[in-house]
């Protein structure tokens, strides 16, 4: 008996089924005169697909247009006659998945063709935009482009990041870092490796910096970062770090000061000077907040400037009637055109800064930390002082001296002379701050930080032009906080002031830090470039917290990377 084994006949036979690959042979003639070819395939559903035959290498190769997504699609396949094939012509197929094409004749020979199926890639050298990435700066995408970056940038080593949705590879690669002290010109290839543009990029600085790099440290109640000796050093030493060259102490808030003021006990009923003071938890040092923040900020190059905040406001929120101050001066309370107190917001409420007794406890409070702390740098009016709500000026006394001065009566809260009368009170006040600061110290830097003009006028009663042309004014730190309207208020702020004087006196104010609301990074340096392109006398920060932020940190480690001592005004 004649045994087989059955795996080899069914490998015989498989291979002798096989036969054009298994042996190797080319296309051509074979049993009946057959041609082992594919004509032509064709996909209706991806009609702009390009297929390539090689029927030499039994192979078919799909590329589907940019932007395609592989799936289901009709299969048309024309043969020699005689030939058929798996997947059969009209069948659906799922490129996803469609990997080989079987072909077959009567006789049960069989052919093997691969199927490859890809995507083109994309020829697009589409760019939105191109960041200069240590400094943040953004120029939107053109043909060429030009970076300013601030004084100090290395041109020689600017490491760029391209905003695009393309596969986009460089020649030289600017994201490793490009020599830009010259334009270069820079190749971009498409990922289909065959479409390219040239840009051009060039780059320049901005002048080197010489004014005010400022920023505000609240009360302790809105901020622990003085709270301590420890806390002063090491807050002190990250403004060195960063390159600030000044400090805004806030010296008059909320009834109280930052320092044992006899002025204040005298005329509230604090039980005593130490009580009054903001800073009465302060430890370790010399025992005195204000006078540890001065020596050691001098140390540092940085100057202090003492801010007093609430200015004539009384508080925030509501009429406080158990006050220090109001328990002994009531009748300091500021009145509006209905008898009542009066604030313009229905949140900030005012004594009455027309009250000559309210304007001397105030310049006696300034007079006072001036007086006591002879190293301090300046003192700072806020946009409440001088200033008062439109509606207000309405108490006996104010009327009366009106009256006296004009022979007049307010026909309103808009009228004209009534408007110039109260506007002229306030700006006799900038004067005499100014003046009388001045005539203690005469180094003394007296300034501002109101808000923007006309606005502040028509609510506020500030007239800062009008301040600027009396000489009060050696730095006027405008509060410029509306990130939407900032390009703008900068602007206008720079015409009025320019205007009054060609001194260099313009510093705004930016809202760094708004409660727990942070601005970001970007926000921040185009607040930057839009004071350099300005030509400010720099920028000062509200508020020092925010400076604590890591990104922040970075934004002022790029921009203020060299040191500007304060400049002499």
């Not at 998945?97 to 006789?107: G, H, N, R, V």
């Not at 040092?285 to 200015?311: C, N, P, Q, T």
């Not at 005469?442 to 930080?449: G, H, M, Q, R, T």
């Amino acid at each position: 008996m004649n045994h087989r084994n059955p795996i080899a006949l069914v490998l015989l036979a498989l291979c002798l089924c096989l036969q054009p690959v298994s042996c190797g042979s080319s296309p051509g003639p074979d049993k009946g005169g057959v041609q082992w070819s594919v004509l032509s395939v064709s996909l209706p559903d991806f009609p702009e697909a390009d297929i390539e035959i090689d029927n030499s290498a039994h192979s078919v190769g799909i590329t589907l247009p940019y932007g395609s997504t592989p799936g289901e699609s009709r299969f048309l396949i024309s043969l020699p006659e005689g030939l058929q094939s798996e997947p059969a012509d009209g069948a659906m197929v799922d490129l996803r998945y469609f990997k080989a094409i079987y072909l077959s004749d009567p006789t049960g020979a069989a052919m093997k063709y691969s199927v490859s199926v890809t995507v083109r890639p994309s020829s697009s050298t589409a760019i939105r935009s191109i960041t200069a990435s240590r400094f943040l700066v953004t120029v939107p995408a053109s043909d060429k482009m030009h970076f300013t970056l601030p004084w100090g940038a290395d041109l020689t080593n600017v490491v760029l990041s391209v905003n695009t949705d393309e596969a986009l590879s460089f020649d030289p690669d600017i994201t490793a870092g490009i020599d830009l002290s010259e334009p270069r010109e820079v190749k971009v290839k498409a990922a289909d490796g065959i479409t390219s543009r040239t840009l051009t990029l060039e780059a320049s600085l901005y002048p080197k910096d010489r004014g005010v790099r400022g920023v505000y440290l609240p009360s302790p109640t809105h901020s622990s970062s003085f709270s301590t000796y420890s806390q002063v050093c090491r807050s002190l030493d990250l403004m060195q770090e960063l390159g600030f060259n000044c400090l805004y102490v806030c010296s008059w808030a909320a009834t109280q000061t930052c320092w044992d003021s006899e002025v204040l006990s005298r005329e509230s009923n604090w039980e005593s000077a130490r009580r009054g003071n903001m800073y009465r938890g302060y430890s370790d040092g010399s025992g005195d907040a204000l006078a540890d923040i001065i020596s050691e900020a001098h140390k540092r190059g940085i100057k202090v400037i003492l801010w007093f905040e609430y200015g004539f406001m009384h508080a925030v929120g509501r009429i406080d009637y158990k006050d220090p101050l109001l328990q002994k001066h009531p009748d300091w309370l500021g009145v509006k055109d209905d008898g009542s107190p009066c604030n313009y917001n229905g949140n900030d409420w005012y004594l009455n800064g027309y009250d000559p007794a309210v304007q001397d406890f105030i310049l006696d409070l300034m007079k006072e930390a001036v007086q006591k702390y002879p190293d301090v740098d300046g003192v700072q009016g806020d946009d409440r002082l001088p200033a008062m709500p439109r509606n207000a000026g309405y108490d006996t006394a104010t009327l009366a001296a009106y009256k006296a001065e004009t022979g007049m009566e307010p026909a309103g809260i808009n009228d004209e002379a009534w408007v110039r009368w109260r506007l002229q009170r306030l700006n006799a006040f900038a004067a005499r701050m100014h003046s009388e600061l001045k005539a203690i110290k005469p180094s003394l830097i007296v300034c501002f930080a109101p808000n923007k003009y006309p606005w502040c006028e028509s609510v506020l009663m500030q007239d800062w032009p009008g301040w600027i042309s009396e000489g009060a004014v050696d730095l006027l730190t405008v509060q410029c906080y509306v990130t939407a309207t900032y390009d703008t208020d900068v602007n206008e702020t720079m015409y009025y002031v320019r205007e009054k004087t060609s001194a260099d006196i313009f510093n705004p104010a930016m809202i760094l830090k708004n409660g727990d609301a942070l601005m970001s990074p970007a926000m921040l340096v185009r607040q930057l470039s839009r004071n350099r392109e300005t030509g400010t006398f720099g920028e000062s920060q509200f508020w020092f917290d925010g400076l604590w932020d890591k990104d922040i940190q970075e934004v002022f480690k790029a921009w203020y990377s060299y040191p500007v001592a304060f400049p002499e005004l």
